[in-house]
């Protein structure tokens, strides 16, 4: 995917759920993976044009699996001149010695979140970009279909009233194979993922069974994110389309 589509994709995103508002500092939550680095990299361009100014963070939660090192996120954030938070947690002694939960994603999840939005909130920022592609919303609404009975999938935007925060996710319309191109033709490295479950998560089960559907039914992915778009489920924000 050329920048200039993907800048394309994340600003229709932006103004059709009316992401941005003037003089908000936005961070970007970076993982280290090829979705967050493509994000911080597209808002940073963004960043510089955009009408409504806002400032450009990053934060990264260092959840303390051994060998994860964020210093080339650091790095990154340098050399497109944005500051960097990282938070630094045990979150992985607690969910795998401590709780030995069976489900660690949630659990980890949960508390990743809260542990970025303290700091968000002592920070002064009061939105987090969260880089969820178009894929990752027609899995969590396949993932919901199975395992709770029901149509749904997180929302562009959503307001944290107990910490304070305004979650967007600016490259809702963006195909994940797009952004890896992206993300390859830019150079930019990301950084491995030392997780002992990553690769055999319920997520990844939705992941290849969509793929599956998808080569056997050509075109079903598009057609279930326009269900997903189109589905008005209460807690989405009405669409600002011209």
Same mark, same amino acid.
């Given at each position: 995917?050329?920048?200039?589509?993907?800048?394309?994709?994340?600003?229709?995103?932006?103004?059709?759920?009316?992401?941005?508002?003037?003089?908000?500092?936005?961070?970007?939550?970076?993982?280290?993976?090829k979705d967050s680095l493509a994000l911080l990299h597209a808002m940073k361009i963004l960043n510089r044009f955009y009408p409504k100014k806002f400032e450009l963070y990053a934060i990264t939660c260092n959840v303390g699996?051994?060998?994860?090192?964020?210093?080339?996120?650091?790095?990154?954030?340098?050399?497109?001149?944005v500051p960097y938070e990282q938070v630094d947690t045990e979150i992985a002694k607690i969910v795998f010695e401590d709780n030995k939960d069976?489900?660690?994603?949630?659990?980890?999840?949960?508390?990743?979140k809260g542990a970025m939005y303290k700091r968000l909130g002592e920070l002064g920022i009061n939105k987090i970009a969260y880089a969820?592609?178009?894929?990752?919303?027609?899995?969590t609404a396949l993932m919901s279909l199975i395992y709770e009975g029901r149509f749904y999938a997180f929302p562009p935007v959503t307001y944290l009233? &107990?910490?304070?925060? !305004?979650?967007? %996710?600016? =490259?809702?319309?963006?195909?994940?194979?797009?952004?890896?191109n992206f993300v390859i033709n830019q150079g930019i490295k990301v950084v491995k993922n030392t997780c002992p479950v990553d690769g055999s998560t319920?997520?990844?089960?939705?992941?290849?069974?969509?793929?599956?559907?998808?080569? &056997?039914?050509?075109? !079903?992915?598009? %057609?279930? =994110?326009?269900?997903?778009?189109?589905?008005r489920f209460e807690d989405w924000p009405e669409v600002h389309r011209n």
């Amino acid at each position: 995917m050329q920048q200039q589509k993907l800048l394309s994709l994340i600003r229709q995103a932006i103004e059709d759920y009316n992401m941005i508002e003037e003089g908000d500092k936005i961070a970007v939550g970076v993982s280290g993976g090829k979705d967050s680095l493509a994000l911080l990299h597209a808002m940073k361009i963004l960043n510089r044009f955009y009408p409504k100014k806002f400032e450009l963070y990053a934060i990264t939660c260092n959840v303390g699996f051994e060998g994860m090192d964020f210093t080339g996120v650091r790095k990154f954030c340098e050399s497109i001149n944005v500051p960097y938070e990282q938070v630094d947690t045990e979150i992985a002694k607690i969910v795998f010695e401590d709780n030995k939960d069976e489900r660690p994603c949630s659990l980890c999840a949960k508390l990743r979140k809260g542990a970025m939005y303290k700091r968000l909130g002592e920070l002064g920022i009061n939105k987090i970009a969260y880089a969820h592609n178009k894929d990752d919303f027609i899995e969590t609404a396949l993932m919901s279909l199975i395992y709770e009975g029901r149509f749904y999938a997180f929302p562009p935007v959503t307001y944290l009233p &107990e910490a304070g925060v !305004t979650v967007i %996710r600016p =490259m809702m319309y963006a195909p994940e194979k797009g952004v890896a191109n992206f993300v390859i033709n830019q150079g930019i490295k990301v950084v491995k993922n030392t997780c002992p479950v990553d690769g055999s998560t319920k997520r990844e089960y939705a992941k290849q069974l969509m793929e599956q559907i998808n080569r &056997e039914n050509p075109g !079903t992915k598009d %057609r279930i =994110m326009h269900a997903v778009v189109n589905g008005r489920f209460e807690d989405w924000p009405e669409v600002h389309r011209n």
